[in-house]
């Protein structure tokens, strides 16, 4: 049987949305202009985006999840009725918020409220207040697996309901970028550049490498990893059957700021996992395979099991940037795709491509599409197709593909990083 559980994919742009979808999200969160915790970090959607991405959404039975979740001043107010309003309008299926303007505002105007991490949800009295106005209420990051399971089943016993009248349900995040700080809440890239995190504009200065010196003796004290404030990233693969087993309705994976790719892979491979606890296919050498996949995208490392396992943070990324296992180089743009033949037709316009290559093509309807070049047939000026192991800068090439790709989608080739 499939999971019950809802796997809540992050949306940037209308790549990671067809990526999104395609990998098997059940519901989608994005963010439109500047009222979101990753303004500053990806290409927000803006209000006139939002028809489409419902439309979208709703063809494929996906749910949509528009973020509002920055501290809001008073001159941001009415910029948050606008939005709300058009949330409403083009029906939008819940707006994901912790400031409690914009929670009182989205149910006056018949929106459903998620509680946002920054609300900080650690305890069952909390949840009650919230599910005044809340349906799904995301816990704080810091919980263990042990009071996540007590808080979802002391909502089962007291029959906590939210507005919608159905039982509350609870959120936790599965996979991604950890902040150093209490459930996001950061101060420092305000402090040092006056850039706020909790208004959407972190400059993410705690993911440098730092030397900590005593101020007093001057002695440079010794530490293992000059990478102390850049937590390494969350990756529960390997426990999602106990998170599924304390209760956990929806759970959410970080990352509005990456790409396609990364956002095909970590829900396809979320997605997988629960599908196999569903149906009791759930085993340590599938948690092996997921992870090598999950290692070939952005990541500064992982750190399994997170707090939720009862963990110290001492899993420290020990870089700047991604240990992706993998990177990719973008090699030219598609022409045509001949759907009879299952033909990609490709400019290359930069590097090189060789047959065993494994490539992969994005676009905003595409999404995301992987292959491996069995075959190449450059095009020829004057004399007939050749059938060539490799072709470079200035060539056309077709090369056979499982799947329809679009004019203009952007073509890489994928190689193992050294």
Known sequence: ????????????????????????????????GKLNMRSASTVNFSLADLKKIVATCRKAGVKTYLTLNTVMYDEDLSDVRKVCEAAKKEGVSAVIASDFSVIEYARKVGLEVHTSTQANVSNIEAVKFFSKWADVIVLARE???????KICDEIKKQKIKGPSGRLVQIEVFVH????????????????????????????????RAYRVIDDETGDELKIDNKYVMSP?????????????????SVMKIEGRGRKAEYVYTTVKAYSEALDAIGKGTYTKEKVSTWTKELEKVFNRGFWHGGYYMGRKENEWSGVYGSKATTEKVQVGKVLNYYA??????????????KVG???LITGPTTGVVESKVKAIMKEGKEEKDQ???????????????????????????????D
């Open 143 to 149: 919980l263990r697996i042990e009071q996540i399971k």
């Open 1 to 32: 049987m499939k999971s019950k559980v809802e796997l809540m994919a992050p949306v940037g742009s209308y790549e990671t949305l067809a990526a999104a979808i395609k990998a098997g999200a059940g519901s989608v969160y994005f963010g439109v």
């Open 232 to 248: 390494a990233d969350l990756c529960t693969i390997g426990y999602l059957d106990k998170l599924v087993s304390a209760g956990v």
């Open 176 to 207: 991604g970028a950890l902040c150093v700080s209490i459930s996001g809440k950061c101060y420092m890239s305000l402090a040092t550049y006056n850039k706020s995190a909790n208004r959407g504009e972190c400059l993410q200065n705690c993911r």
């Open 340 to 353: 009879k033949a299952k033909v990609g037709y490709f400019l290359l316009e930069s590097d090189s491509l």
């Open 357 to 359: 290559d494994s490539i």
């Open 387 to 417: 059938r060539v192991n490799s072709a470079g800068k200035g060539d056309k090439v077709t090369v056979s593909l499982p799947e329809k790709v679009r004019v203009n989608d952007k073509l890489f080739v994928v190689r193992k990083r």
